[in-house]
């Protein structure tokens, strides 16, 4: 199953815009690229997920790379509630999710 | 609409003593199902995935099991807890899709804090 990376922690001043990145260079064709995000003591949350093109919907937007082995998450205006670790994950095989270890947003009041 | 409900929402149990969580989905029909063990500070990590029912896959050996006796249930046991088997177990479901697309999002439910003492 194609792996991601993404960087361990980030910071962001509230209000402001937020680019997760995320590097999926063994990406196949047919894996569609899945973002979640946990906030503390809760389960994941579903973020948004996309293929080849880029996605928007009332969270965030997934901008994609032409050549699909990146892509990152925008939230275009940080608040403190959307401090949490973001997930970048390509579903396996049999559609199961497999979590790296993410990176832990920090919003700055 | 679809809904996913885990309980219990806490557990504190002995060393030695069953273990019975159980998972269903509402407003579906045939889901993945997905049983997640969170530890303390730790990531989330898959312990078994079920495309049907009586069709189990385990990821990681463990003194867990699974089963899926109806379409839109699924529980995770043990016959004798560890202490290590502490942790915050997560059920998931998502659609069953033909064409190995997974263009769906997952559905997590709100999870069991399992202490063993």
């Known amino acids: 199953d194609a792996k991601t990376t993404q960087p361990n922690s980030m910071e962001s001043n509230e209000e402001e815009p937020v680019h997760l990145p995320c590097n999926h260079s063994?990406?196949?064709?047919?894996?569609?690229i899945h973002w979640y995000r946990q906030l503390p003591s809760q389960g994941p949350e579903y973020v948004i997920h996309?293929?080849?093109s880029n996605v928007n919907n009332r969270m965030a937007s997934l901008a994609i790379a032409e050549d699909r082995k990146s892509s990152t998450l925008i939230l275009h205006r940080a608040t403190l509630r959307d401090a949490a670790v973001y997930y970048c994950?390509?579903?396996?095989?049999?559609?199961?999710?497999?979590f790296g270890s993410g990176t832990q947003l920090t919003v700055l009041p | 609409s679809q809904t996913i409900h885990q309980w219990p929402a806490t557990l504190v149990q002995p060393v030695g003593s069953p273990l019975s969580l159980e998972c269903t989905v509402e407003?579906?029909?045939?889901?993945?199902l997905y049983w997640y063990r969170q530890a303390a500070g730790r990531g989330l990590q898959l312990l078994f995935y079920?495309?049907?029912?009586?069709?189990i896959s385990s990821e990681v050996p463990q003194n867990l099991s699974a089963s899926r006796p109806q379409d839109r249930q699924f529980i995770l046991s043990s016959k004798k807890l560890l202490l290590s088997d502490s942790g915050f177990y997560l059920c998931?479901?998502?659609?069953?899709?033909?064409?190995?697309?997974?263009?769906?999002?997952?559905?997590f439910g709100s999870g069991t804090r399992l202490t063993v003492v």
């Open positions: 063994t990406i196949s064709g047919t894996d569609y």
């Open positions: 079920s495309v049907g029912i009586g069709q």
């Open positions: 407003g579906t029909s045939n889901p993945n």
């Open positions: 998931a479901w998502s659609p069953r899709l033909t064409g190995g697309l997974t263009n769906y999002g997952y559905t």
């Open positions: 994950i390509l579903p396996g095989s049999a559609r199961q999710l497999t």
């Open positions: 996309g293929l080849t």
